[in-house]
């Protein structure tokens, strides 16, 4: 059975920082491709952030970029995103999700997804 379970949300300051944790289990993690995605209430679900099965390619949405940096750690089959110097407009329910389709950032191509964790930021 695949299975992904996100951990890490809660509700922080502006300003502040959150890691996420994605833990991977069954066949999911040998999917070479991991990601981020964040759906916002009455917004669509968005991506947010990639990285390849080494680790060495990551990829971000403009409006992350600089300040959330994704990684991985193999061994432990966990994918984690580091938020820093949060916004309100970061609130939403971050979900992890995996895919064999190298590069995507299309929702439609990743076959397996957690159930989300979810971030508040106040201003």
Not at 9 to 18: F, K, R, T
Not at 36 to 59: C, H, M, P, Y
Not at 74 to 81: G, P, R, S
Not at 102 to 121: L, M
């Amino acid at each position: 059975q695949v299975l992904l379970v996100e951990s890490g949300g809660g509700l922080v300051q502006a300003g502040d920082s959150l890691r996420l944790s994605c833990e991977a289990s069954g066949l999911t993690f040998s999917r070479p491709f991991m990601g981020w995605f964040r759906q916002a209430r009455g917004k669509e679900r968005e991506f947010v952030a990639s990285i390849t099965r080494n680790g060495l390619i990551t990829d971000y949405s403009d409006s992350v970029k600089g300040r959330f940096t994704i990684s991985r750690d193999n061994a432990k089959n966990t994918v984690y995103l580091q938020m820093d110097s949060l916004k309100p407009e970061d609130t939403a329910v971050y979900y992890c999700a995996a895919t064999f389709h190298y590069g995507s950032k299309n929702q439609a191509d990743f076959d397996s997804w957690g159930r989300g964790t979810q971030v508040t930021v106040s201003s």
